[in-house]
Nanobody, 128 residues
Framework: QVQLVESGGGWVQAGGSLRLSCAAS????????MGWFRQAPGKEREERDF??????????LYADSVKGRFTISRDNAKNTVYLQMNSLMAEDTAVYYC???????????????????WGQGTQVTVSS
């Protein structure tokens, strides 16, 4: 069982920045693929959108909508993954979820169903 706890959400004006953190339990965190998804207001859980992922190899992938503005990173010594969000826009308003993919090979990096564990989410509100 892997537990994920997000933090760092909040309110920010458009153009501002926030850094989200996700602390994970588990002795093999370094082998997990870690991802961030977001659920916009009024959308269902099944409509959570992929934001970014960082794999155990260090490979990364970003949604087109955040490319160049968001950066995902990880600190395996702290069992933590981060999402640095810059140049925030009102459209980035959502609940952001951290997710863990514990299968090291064969996963589809941006597919919600391929992630095994989820955090409770942290709200990000961007005011225009």
């Amino acid at each position: 069982q892997v537990q994920l706890v997000e933090s760092g959400g909040g309110w920010v004006q458009a153009g501002g920045s926030l850094r989200l953190s996700c602390a994970a339990s588990g002795r093999t965190f370094s082998r997990y693929g870690m991802g961030w998804f977001r659920q916009a207001p009024g959308k269902e859980r099944e409509e959570r959108d992929f934001v970014a992922t960082i794999r155990w190899t260090g490979g990364t992938l970003y949604a087109d909508s955040v490319k160049g503005r968001f950066t995902i990173s990880r600190d395996n010594a702290k069992n933590t993954v981060y999402l640095q969000m810059n140049s925030l826009m009102a459209e980035d308003t959502a609940v952001y979820y951290c997710a863990a993919d514990v299968v090291p090979y064969g996963s589809r990096w941006s597919v919600r169903a391929d992630y095994d564990y989820w955090g409770q989410g942290t709200q990000v509100t961007v005011s225009s």
